[in-house]
């Protein structure tokens, strides 16, 4: 006998509507060379399971700013490439996560703000493979960005992951390290104070003379 | 040359839970049926509708995809009848919102040609117009180019009915094109 | 071959050939939906959290012996008797699964201030911001999806310009900055 005893209602499930694809895309708005040329990196690019939406968005960002058409078509190329490394890096760090299309992007901008690709390699391997790092690795660029040594930065990214702060207050920690910056903070200070949980110190990197104990008695750093 | 898991091992890890991984199946066949879609309901905005029902669909009754080494012909077939289910539903289009949502300007001659652009028009109306067994033998065999064992395969149809119904269809486009044609 | 099944067939290979130069006429390039996956996978969340579906999936799954049927029915109606009192249905709207994001723009002398980036799909005419008080702070609310976001303000129709107030700016590979918008969302770390 089925299980099925009941007939519940399951409610209305609102569809998502799609825009109509066939309008402002790239083949309308490009001429047919670069449109060509274009295509065939992303055809190149969807075969890798590289994400081709960021790679149409780039072609079009180039239209929308007057770029040259050849100047295109090299943005374009030079994105696949660092997103299909990218892609690579993360794979290898963790075979067995399922690796989002956000998550690729999001870790080709943070080295496009300075973390090397060893920090979000680090980071995808410690993580869960399950959990999605598109706020992580987006929170280690900014904080890199503003002057935090990229290693402290993933190793604290990392603590926070592990103490299960939300992802709404993990991507509210470069701006509440602002606070800090603008009054004349280093940035390891004002990142302390922008900290939303208490962290045990952050590991030095290998070689590196232990930090002397901060005076306040936090020792986050 | 792309990595990654087999679609049988794929419907597996979301059958165990892992749901996320059902993207990846999306990612793979997503646009693979869009533009049958597109021909079989005169739209492609509502294809992309369609497409996205039929693989909402197909996650729901994942746990029947029997054959997991050909989860693309079952998908097919769960797109063909949602095709089908999205066109008894809708009210017929008008020819002028037909164009709208279809005519996509040809990427090899941007000039577009008045007459070139009237007979793919009076084509597509055509196509649209005939019986959908009909239309679905038409698109994919000339859109899609599959051959007839292919067709008969993801029709679950043999292949002397195929080609009897392609030769119906075939006389139905040609006499309804022709009919308007002066 | 007899001359009327000649033909015959020559009339249907006529008929062939002209069939195909008709379907030629159709456009055959393929259909991208590049935003298929984010709409499928938002309406599989939604009814993979929603308590109503997981219990459809769980009464609709495979088998049960009739007598455990039985017992599960019995004890699911004693269940709920007992608990009458304490229990409240509790109804949340729907997700859309976007967020509302509210972007703003300081630009006293402008005339026209618009925002562009990749979820207006790079548009050049953007989308308009107002300002309701009258003076020079420039708004808009957006519905976003979760996610990485670039963006840039559009001053007058011809000024592209940055975004001071994003938390961070990075090179758009034409030699110039794009703001960076992060939208977190239930389901990203």
């Known amino acids: 006998m089925p299980r099925l005893l009941l007939v519940g209602a399951i409610g209305c499930l609102a569809t998502v509507p799609l825009t109509a694809q066939g309008r402002g895309t790239i083949e309308q708005r490009l001429d047919p060379q670069t449109f060509a040329a274009v295509r065939a990196i992303i055809d190149s690019a969807r075969r890798d399971s590289v994400p081709s939406q960021a790679l149409e968005d780039k072609a079009l960002e180039g239209v929308a700013k007057n770029v040259a058409p050849a100047r295109i078509v090299a943005a374009v190329r030079q994105l696949a490439g660092e997103l299909r490394d990218t892609r690579a890096l993360l794979r290898a760090a963790a075979p067995n996560a399922f690796l989002a299309d956000g998550e690729i992007i999001a870790a080709a901008d943070a080295q496009h703000r300075g973390v090397p690709p060893v920090e979000l390699s680090s980071l995808r391997a410690h993580v869960s493979s399950k959990s999605s790092l598109v706020v992580a690795f987006t929170v280690l660029g900014d904080l890199t960005q503003r002057g935090v040594p990229a290693g402290q930065a993933r190793d604290v990214v990392e603590q926070l992951i592990e103490a299960g702060v939300s992802a709404q207050q993990l991507a509210d920690v470069p701006a509440r390290m602002d606070v800090g910056l603008r009054v004349g903070a280093p940035p390891l200070d004002a990142l302390r104070s922008a900290l939303p949980v208490p962290l045990r110190p952050v590991r030095p990197p290998p070689g590196a003379t232990p930090p002397k104990p901060n005076p306040s008695g936090h020792g986050y750093f | 040359m792309s990595d990654g898991p087999t679609d049988a091992e794929v419907i597996e890890q979301v059958l165990d839970g892992d749901t996320d991984q059902f993207a990846v199946l999306v990612d793979r066949y997503g646009d693979e049926f869009a533009r049958y879609a597109k021909y079989m309901i005169g739209s492609e905005d509502e294809a992309a509708d369609v497409m996205q029902e039929s693989l909402v669909r197909a996650f729901r009754s994942l746990r029947r995809c029997q054959d997991r080494t050909n989860f693309k012909g079952w998908l097919f077939r769960i797109v063909s009848n949602q095709c089908k289910t999205h066109i008894t539903r809708r009210r017929r289009r008008s020819l002028e919102s037909l164009d709208a949502a279809t005519e996509i300007p040809a990427v090899e001659n941007p000039v577009a040609d008045a007459e070139a652009a009237d007979l793919r028009r009076r084509v597509r109306q055509a196509l649209q117009d005939l019986p959908q067994e009909q239309r679905e033998a038409l698109v994919l065999k000339y859109i899609e180019g599959l051959s007839l064992p292919e067709m008969a395969e993801a029709l679950s149809v043999s292949v002397p009915a195929l080609k009897m119904r392609l030769l119906r269809a075939r006389r139905e486009l040609l006499a309804k094109v022709q009919g308007v044609l002066v | ?189």
């Open chain 3, 1 to 189: 071959m007899r001359p009327e099944d000649h033909e015959e067939r020559e009339a249907r290979d006529q008929e062939t050939e002209q069939v195909e130069r008709l379907m030629g006429t159709l456009d055959r390039s393929p259909v991208r939906l590049p935003a298929l996956r984010q709409a499928v996978m938002a309406r599989i969340r939604r009814e993979q959290s929603s308590p109503w579906i997981r219990a459809w999936r769980w009464l609709a799954a495979p088998q049960l012996s009739p007598l455990a049927a039985s017992i599960a029915l019995a004890a699911g109606v004693a269940l709920l008797l007992w608990l009458r009192p304490f229990t409240r249905v509790v109804t949340t709207p729907p997700e859309s699964g976007t967020v509302p994001i509210r972007l703003v723009f300081l630009a006293p002398q402008a005339a026209t201030v618009a925002v562009t980036g990749d979820f207006a799909r790079w548009d050049p005419h953007g989308i308009p911001l107002t300002r309701p008080q009258g003076d020079g702070a420039w708004s808009v609310e957006l519905q976003l999806p979760p996610g990485l976001h670039h963006y840039v303000f559009i001053v007058d129709g011809t000024e592209w310009r940055p975004d001071p107030n994003a938390a961070s700016q990075v090179d758009d590979g034409f030699g110039q900055k794009n703001s960076v918008l992060l939208v977190p969302g239930p389901r990203i770390t």
